[in-house]
């Protein structure tokens, strides 16, 4: 994905900014005027004209609308509704409308990748009972789609408990991604660099989702939203992009957070493409996916993650990463040697 791409989806326009308008009142001096005390015949007072009381505007609580909108509740809410649901290992919400999730958010520690408590060859993909049927995504919409069930949260990242790696093959947890060159290769890579962030922070928060961006039309030059639906019926949505946002806590109260933001497309990666050209403003990923991810940590205890360590991946074989997935940390900048 270009640098143009993903500038056109940061870009923040500009706010009409008004002036500030100063009022200024002025205030007429009295000034005392002194005659000479000469008699003068009595004379009527003038008398003003009686002005009309004011009439006060009907304040809106006693307006009776002779209709009642919201009385529709009374059949049910129409939603849309987030599916919110925690498991040990996540925390998500799900999009019904594409049958994906909309965020899926983790948590990793350097103790809790080093508990190993948790198989994945006990582990199965299993449809989200939580989410009503109509509207989740099934085991049969992804077979023989040419699509993995691709996770959101990494099972590797679950190891701590057989009952969080499990939580993890829920299908709330998947979305639609492309095998060979992405879930299985750079995304990989990618998931592997997050891990190895534990290296470097004591604790990281991750979140991550589907976009579903536009491309422009080389025909009409006009852009446009398209990306394919897979099942019978076709009902969930395969996302054109993928986005994490990383949480990289120095582990002190009220510390420092070095943020990362990247989107990737669904789509195979060359092993040698940078990380970093992936990286994109924090502001962009929540315009694009409607989300906000950081409006309560304050502007001072943000860092640029890139700009604290190396944002790069350890490319490795899919069978080599499976039985190794620590790996070394990401290079710190600034700190010769500090691995």
């Not at 943000?302 to 360590?309: A, Q, V, Y």
Request: charged letters at 20%; aromatic letters at 10%; a positive charge.
């Amino acid at each position: 994905m270009s640098k143009t791409t993903l500038a056109i989806i940061a870009g923040v326009s500009a706010a009409t900014g008004a002036a500030a308008t100063a009022a200024f009142f002025s205030r007429a001096e009295s000034k005392a005027i002194t005659t000479p005390s000469t008699p003068t015949s009595s004379l009527p007072s003038p008398t003003r004209p009686q002005l009309p009381a004011p009439i006060s505007p009907t304040p809106f609580k006693e307006l009776i609308p002779p209709v009642d909108p919201s009385g529709l509740f009374q059949y049910g809410f129409p939603g849309p509704i987030s599916d919110f649901h925690p498991t040990p290992s996540t925390t998500s919400a799900f999009d019904r409308r594409t049958r994906n999730p909309a965020w899926v958010a983790e948590h990793i520690t350097p103790a809790s990748l080093l508990l190993r408590n948790g198989d994945r060859r006990h582990s199965a993909f299993v449809e989200d009972t939580t989410i009503p049927s109509k509207f989740r995504a099934k085991l049969s919409d992804y077979f023989r789609s040419g699509y993995d069930r691709g996770h959101q949260v990494p099972a590797a990242d679950a190891k701590w408990s057989q009952e969080a790696m499990d939580s993890t093959f829920l299908l709330s947890n998947m979305c639609p991604q492309v095998g060979d060159g992405f879930n299985r290769d750079y995304w990989a890579h990618f998931e592997d660099f997050c891990r190895r962030l534990t290296n470097n922070y004591p604790s990281v928060r991750i979140i991550t989702g589907p976009l579903y961006l536009p491309r422009k039309d080389p025909t009409d030059g006009k852009w446009r939203v398209s990306y394919e639906v897979i099942g019978n019926p076709p009902n969930v949505a395969v996302p054109t992009h993928f986005y994490k946002v990383i949480f990289a806590e120095d582990g002190k109260t009220g510390g420092n957070v070095s943020l990362g933001a990247f989107v990737l497309p669904n789509a195979p990666i060359a092993h040698d493409k940078p990380l970093v050209d992936f990286e994109v403003p924090i502001e962009a990923v929540e315009r694009a996916s409607g989300l906000e991810f950081a409006s309560k940590l304050p502007t001072q205890r943000r860092k640029r993650l890139c700009s604290e360590i190396s944002c790069s991946v350890l490319v490795r074989e899919y069978a080599e990463r499976q039985r190794n997935l620590g790996g070394e940390a990401p290079m710190r900048i600034g700190l010769p040697g500090a691995k």
